[in-house]
């Protein structure tokens, strides 16, 4: 499952994408830029590639959003043999666990720091992802165990 959301970082509007495993919350990809070029959700799902290496008939969910719709994006998709899904028009809930992410990034930590740049906000959300979110973070819907340990509970690899 994958979104996109903004955030300040001094004067400037930044944007974040991120992919997650939705069967166990996990981020496993992220990109963060000043502009919302189809480019930041092509490096979000990278990283995500590169980490979990899954095999061809993966479901990939996002919303309707031109990043998710071009031409390079589908092309990505398509060399990895991934299958791409996408939200039905105007309907917020297919892809509600990623607003919940977003949700939860921003009262956890995005309201309470100032960014002056880029470079630090990167840093800051990568502290949060890969040193809370992760491993520490509980959630209910996984039983109150983080991603991490839910994973490992259940020799998920994939």
Known sequence: MADITYLRAGSRWIYLAAVMDLFS????????????HALLVQEAL???????????????????????????????????????????????????????????????????????DLPQASRAINDYIENFYNPKRLHSALGFTSPVDFEHQLNYIP
């Not at 919350?25 to 919302?36: C, F, K, N, P, T």
Request: aromatic share 10%; with cysteine; net charge positive.
């Open 25 to 36: 919350r996990r981020i496993v990809g992220w990109s963060l830029g000043y502009s919302l």
């Open 46 to 116: 990278q990283h995500a590639l590169a980490d979990r290496h899954p095999t061809a008939g993966l479901l990939h969910h996002s919303d309707r959003g031109f990043q998710y719709a071009s031409n390079a994006f589908q092309t990505l998709l398509a060399a990895h043999q991934i299958i791409p899904s996408m939200s039905q028009r105007g309907n917020c809930y297919d892809n509600a666990a990623m607003e919940s992410f977003w949700s939860t990034l921003k009262s956890e930590l995005i309201h309470r720091s100032a960014f002056p």
